[in-house]
């Protein structure tokens, strides 16, 4: 429905490789199954095949127990994406909802959300969730959803509330208003669509953020725990041989950083189509 | 007879740093039924919040608004529905007017929608009744916004505000931001809707050339208060407050 913004997007030359490479890893993590060689947790020979090179059977080596670290990594995918998206649309609707509860009612709750905003955006994120696995013992992955996801909404909520409150002072707004129309609808026809754009950029940078966080617990043993892999206990696993195993390190590392840079790549193209689109209007 | 619209020692403040602006100040006004009071100031004398505070879309300090013997500030929830669909509002950018996001037909049946006024089909027809009314075409419905002139824009607004069958029009300088000649045509499409719908409107504008062939009555605002209200003809010929003079002089005499 904002659709200009996005068409504008359709044509960034750097948002459709950026787009291009996230549809690609996303779709590696949907078919793990069948697109690893291996069973990600069989250690066919802990000796012969323990941290081998790569070569033809194993494109990115083996690792300490000689488990295929392609395998691993695709699988690893499945569950630090799984994490990563589970925890980005919880923290992106929590933020949409907040953020547009206070930008709605004003007032006391309006102080409220944006004071609890501005006290936990000081907090640092990875020393809160470390202190509260720390607390509550190792999590399975749906409380890791919940714990990053439920950490992740600040952001949001002051980007939604912002460009909420900015839309409720506009004639379109105050119309529907002397049309009757109840809150509810006012931000469900008319704000949400109009804040899409800004959701979009609050959802990959949300996305940026989560993929280290999820990779840094699990690579401290407080995430995703062994042998069910992830793109953090996968580096965890080769920290070790450093200097005689690089591709140990090199594949987590670099999966990290390309998804995590792509989504920086495509939320900064998307400010950028906001930017034009509103210079133009 | 007692007026459609009664306003009386109308206050609006707006809250601002160190302490409150006053935009109205204790205004008071009546409308008759089917009649055109024109309401003219200055930009920042006021009017645009006196409109709001009739629509009840602002809050107000003091006074009161009666429309039609009601109490507008002391509506409860259904009756403020009620109020909704007899009293509508034009505003002045029709650019800012429109959900640019939003289809011309979803735009012109969000009030049926609102209050329900036809099911699906029913409500599809309306639209497109509603359009051909203004002087579109029912095709309209399907695009956007962006894809109108201004003056067709305007047309766009007027039939959102038609929908919900209303019998007052707040038109919040509804011509002011066209030229000429689309105003002129604005004019004549607002001027053949009062006749046929029975409406009443308060006309609001920041100069008094629109006003001399549209208003029965016209007031005259300045700094939140009203300073002149008489007859158009009366305060053509004899302008008693020096505002009224100055808005006068204004006028391009070649427009005469």
Redesign the interface.
């Known amino acids: 429905m904002a659709a200009p913004t996005f068409q504008r997007l359709h044509r960034d030359r750097a948002a459709q490789i950026a787009g291009g490479v996230l549809a690609v890893v996303a779709l590696a993590a949907l078919l793990a199954p069948w697109l690893a060689p291996f069973d990600p947790t069989a250690q066919p020979d802990p000796v012969g095949l323990r941290l081998a090179a790569p070569s033809i059977a194993h494109p990115l080596g083996t690792d300490p127990f000689s488990r295929d670290v392609l395998s691993r990594m695709l699988h690893g995918a499945r569950v630090s994406l799984g994490v990563a998206a589970g925890a980005m649309l919880l923290s992106v609707t929590l933020g949409t909802a907040l953020g547009a509860l206070a930008a709605m009612r004003g007032g006391w709750v309006d102080s409220l959300v944006s004071g609890v905003v501005d006290v936990l955006i000081a907090m640092p994120r990875l020393l809160v969730v470390i202190a509260l696995v720390a607390t509550f013992g190792t999590l399975s992955p749906w409380w890791l959803v919940a714990l990053i996801g439920g950490s992740g909404w600040l952001t949001t909520a002051r980007i939604v509330r912002a460009e909420m409150r900015d839309h409720l002072q506009r004639e379109y707004v105050i119309a529907a208003r002397a049309l009757g129309a109840a809150p509810w609808r006012i931000v469900w026809r008319h704000l949400l669509p109009a804040a899409a754009p800004q959701m979009a950029v609050a959802a990959a940078l949300a996305l940026a953020a989560v993929i280290p966080l999820e990779a840094a617990l699990s690579f401290v043993g407080l995430g995703i725990q062994p042998p069910l892999p992830s793109w953090g206990n996968v580096l965890l696993d080769g920290t070790d041989y450093l200097t005689s195993a690089w591709w140990l390190v090199l594949a987590p590392v670099g999966a990290v950083t390309l998804t995590v840079g792509s989504a920086l790549v495509l939320a900064d193209r998307l400010r950028a189509a906001i930017a034009s689109e509103a210079r133009e209007q | 007879m007692t007026a459609l619209l009664e306003v009386r020692d109308l206050v609006v403040d707006y809250a601002a740093r160190g302490g409150a602006t006053r935009a109205v100040d204790h205004a008071s006004l009546d409308i008759q039924r089917g009649e055109t009071l024109a309401l003219v100031g200055e930009s920042g004398s006021g009017k645009t919040s006196l409109g ?1 505070a009739i ?1 009840r ?1 602002v809050a107000i300090a003091s006074g009161t608004v009666r429309y039609d013997g009601l109490d507008v500030q002391a509506l409860d929830s259904s009756a ?2 009620a109020f ?2 007899r009293v ?2 034009v ?3 029709p650019k ?7 289809r011309v037909g979803d735009i012109v049946r ?2 049926i929608d ?2 329900a006024l036809a099911p699906r089909e029913a409500a599809e027809l309306r639209v497109a009744r509603l359009l051909e009314e203004v002087g579109l075409s029912a095709h309209d419905a399907d695009r956007h916004p962006h894809e109108f002139s201004g003056g067709e824009r305007q047309r766009i ?1 007027i039939a ?1 505000a038609l929908a ?1 069958e209303p019998e007052f029009l707040v038109l919040d300088e509804a011509v002011s931001a066209l030229d000429v000649l689309v105003r002129a045509q604005v004019l004549d499409l607002l001027a053949r809707l009062q006749a046929a719908r029975a409406l009443t409107f308060l006309f609001i504008a920041h100069d008094l050339a629109v006003v001399r062939q549209t208003a029965s009555r016209v007031a005259v605002m300045r700094a939140g208060r009203i300073v002149e209200c008489a007859p158009t003809a009366e305060l053509f010929r004899a302008p008693v407050a020096p505002e009224t003079k100055a808005l006068l002089a204004a006028i391009p005499r070649i427009a005469w």
Do not use: T
């Open positions: 709001r629509l879309l403020l529905r909704r669909r509508q509002v505003f002045q950018d800012a007017s429109l959900d640019p996001r939003m969000e009030g609102i209050h607004a959102r919900v």
